[in-house]
């Protein structure tokens, strides 16, 4: 399962004060592993956090946050690409060489060479936060259908976003207030509607896209870059050649049409 757990603010002290109670409040989801990286950009820090269940690369090889020593980019992913041995055999041509057996390594390198477009080839579940060192940038990103949650929150003191609420409420950052809008969704609808969550001032992240966080700019809510890549398939219209419903051949073999 995994479990992904950041911040973006002014300075490590701050930084982490309240990134490791965000990530001890995920522990459940990732108990064989757990990391945490500081990068400073003048005045502000991304801590970036994981609390890592080995699946495909058992070995140390595969912490998380998992750093590129060349160029000292970084990422923490919570998901699984299926995919990831045909992209890892692309790179490899290109001449990318790997240390590891997982696709968070896999993840990395594309990230690094192709930017967010990267993320169009990726046959998988995921949430992920990528730091482009050298573009001084952070690139939140989800999955198209959303299997894997990804939670952002902006206050007065930075950018908060991890795996669960419960974590973003770890940080110590935003008070525990119920948002109105969200229950009045639950009680008529059965479920909060996205992309409000029970609790007020943090939302769910849109899946089938990416935002890029400038760490030299002011901080802005993820929404308000949040860039859509992948649509819904348009439906097929109906064709008189389509193969006959359960209903239609059943009605045809008793006769009752």
Request: net charge positive.
């Amino acid at each position: 399962m995994c479990g992904i757990s950041g911040v973006v603010t002014n300075g490590e002290e701050a930084a982490r004060c309240a990134l490791r109670p965000m990530t001890h409040a995920i522990t459940h989801r990732g108990p064989d592993d757990t990391g945490e990286s500081y990068v400073s950009f003048g005045e502000r820090t991304v801590g970036l956090g994981h609390r890592r269940l080995s699946i495909i690369d058992l070995s140390p090889l595969g912490h998380q946050p998992m750093i590129q020593p060349d160029s000292g980019d970084a990422i923490i992913f919570n998901g699984e690409i299926y995919n990831f041995r045909r992209l890892r055999r692309d790179l490899e041509v290109s001449g990318v060489s790997f240390r590891s057996q997982s696709d968070t390594e896999v993840l990395l390198h594309g990230l690094a060479r192709e930017g967010a477009a990267f993320l169009d080839r990726l046959e998988g579940m995921y949430a992920l936060a990528y730091l482009d060192r050298a573009g001084a940038r952070v690139l939140l990103a989800r999955d198209p259908v959303g299997i894997k949650p990804l939670y952002t929150a902006l206050t007065d003191r930075g950018l908060l976003f991890a795996s669960e609420l419960r974590a973003i409420l770890a940080s110590g950052w935003l008070p525990r207030r119920i948002d109105s809008r969200a229950a009045a969704g639950y009680l008529a609808y059965g479920a909060v509607q996205a992309p409000l969550t029970i609790i007020d001032g943090v939302r769910s992240f849109p899946p089938g896209g990416h935002a890029w966080i400038d760490l030299r700019s002011p901080l802005r809510d993820p929404f308000d870059l949040f860039h859509r890549t992948w649509h819904y398939p348009r439906p097929q219209p109906f064709s008189g050649d389509a193969v006959p419903s359960c209903g239609t051949r059943w009605m045809r073999r008793f006769g009752t049409t």
